[in-house]
């Protein structure tokens, strides 16, 4: 079955710090890797993705590295902030019309 | 462009009942998606539709669970008779590809 393994399942953060949740996958068809942040009440919202020809997208804060052979991606949130205090997933897909399959997700909180 | 509409946001039943969920994804996405979450877990695709078409109904419980998409927008989501188990959000999402998923709130349900 096609998975996805993020860990940690929670983690705490200093306002400022740089927060690292990491991922890994088995199907080596999967093509895309986003990340998703969710706030309580929400549906889950795109935050970054990469596809596998590069190994490091920035955008902002926010900042995924990508390690093809190890078959494991990450998130860096640098310079966290209280309002980045969400649940994060991380996801997989083989592109096209194809379905992601989700991580279970790490709540983070940045303590002011 | 208007978001991926849901309702109810929330429902109460008691087990055995049957409960129905509805959708209206973003105008002009051919695909939509139905998620479910439980508590503390990554989405759990359900069904996929392509227009008004099943491409991936896989993992849907088939003894309990039924979906449609009529005219190839809209969708019904129903539980026939509903278990406690059931109790999670319901998502549902929208995109012209699995590269750019845009999710609903959610419908909340509890079944007790």
Request: charged fraction near 15%.
């Amino acid at each position: 079955q096609q998975q996805v393994k993020q860990s940690p399942q929670s983690l705490i953060v200093q306002k400022g710090g740089i927060s690292i949740i990491n991922c890994a996958y088995e199907n080596t068809a999967f093509d895309y890797f986003p990340w998703y942040q969710q706030f309580p009440g929400k549906g889950p919202a795109l935050l970054i993705a990469i596809r596998p020809d590069v190994s490091e997208k920035k955008e902002g804060r926010f900042t995924i590295s990508f390690n093809k052979s190890a078959k494991q991606f990450s998130l860096h949130i640098m310079d966290s902030q209280p309002g980045d205090s969400a649940t994060y997933f991380c996801a997989a897909s083989m592109g096209g019309y194809s379905t992601l399959t989700f991580g279970k997700g790490t709540m983070l909180l940045v303590s002011p | 462009e208007a978001g991926v509409a849901q309702s109810p946001r929330y429902k109460i039943i008691e087990k055995r009942q049957s409960v129905a969920f509805w959708c209206n994804p973003i105008s002009g996405h051919a695909t939509l998606y139905w998620y479910q979450q439980i508590l503390g877990q990554g989405p759990k695709l359900l069904i996929q539709f392509q227009n008004n078409g099943v491409v991936d109904d896989s993992q849907l419980p088939k003894d309990r669970f039924s979906a449609e998409r009529l005219k190839g927008v809209d969708s019904t989501l129903k539980i026939q008779p509903a278990k406690l188990e059931d109790s999670a959000v319901y998502l549902c999402a929208s995109s012209r590809s699995s590269y750019g998923y845009t999710f609903g709130s959610g419908t909340r349900l509890t079944v007790v």
